[in-house]
């Protein structure tokens, strides 16, 4: 049955000279692989060039629940990311927020408040300036929709963060190891929770992506480590 919904690309595969398969977060099904055959045809209305990472999309798809391959009749951009491509920063912010959810989102898996929250979040990274903590608060926000997000119970006493328990814990000599934030790395993160208005250093960036990957790989179990990270701290 034809049906219409809103899509949110997060990775493709060539198939063939004029074929891709496409994972779409759907807005009404949740996550679908799609057979797009001829996106390099010049009368296909399926361009290969709509299929870009995290590309909003109007979809007109035929739908079949048990199918492992679905069929997209007809697509067209919600909106033109003009502000991302050809912006380096943005762009590698895209292609690393792309591959988390390649890596967090399994097939059917359907959460309509996930959906909406990358939708806007785009769209703001369209809109307006570069922001270089805009990645970090996306994974927290993420992380919130997902059902994981960090206890903001900070104080002068619990100003450690435990990775494995999801909130910050006593500062003392136990607390050695991959399972805790650093005093500093633990501070930022209380700061973004609590939305303090901040800018961290480059060194400072770094290290908090580094733990808060640790932090969703330790409540992902099977969640493999996310490559496109060293491009991102490269350019940021």
Known sequence: MLQKTEGIVIHTLPYSDTSIIAKIFTADFGLLSFMVK?????????????FQPLSLLALDIYHQANKNLQTIKESKLIFHPIGIYGNIHKTSVVL??????????????????LFDLIKQKVKKLNDEPFDPDFHLQFLLDMSN??????????SATENI???????????????????????????HLHQMLSSVPMQLSRMDRRSLLTELL???????????SIKSTSVLQEVL
């Open 214 to 224: 640790k932090y969703f790989q330790f409540h992902n179990p099977g969640m493999s």
């Open 161 to 187: 963060f435990s990775i494995q328990e999801g909130k910050f814990v006593a500062n003392n000599m136990d607390h050695n190891g991959v399972l805790y934030m650093s005093s500093t790395d633990s501070h």
């Open 38 to 50: 001829g996106t390099r045809g010049k009368k296909s209305s399926n361009k290969a060039v709509l």
């Open 96 to 113: 690393f927020i792309a591959e988390v959810l390649q890596k967090i989102l399994k097939e059917d898996y359907h959460n309509h408040m």
């Open 145 to 154: 929709e997902l059902g994981f997000v960090p206890y903001n119970n900070y």
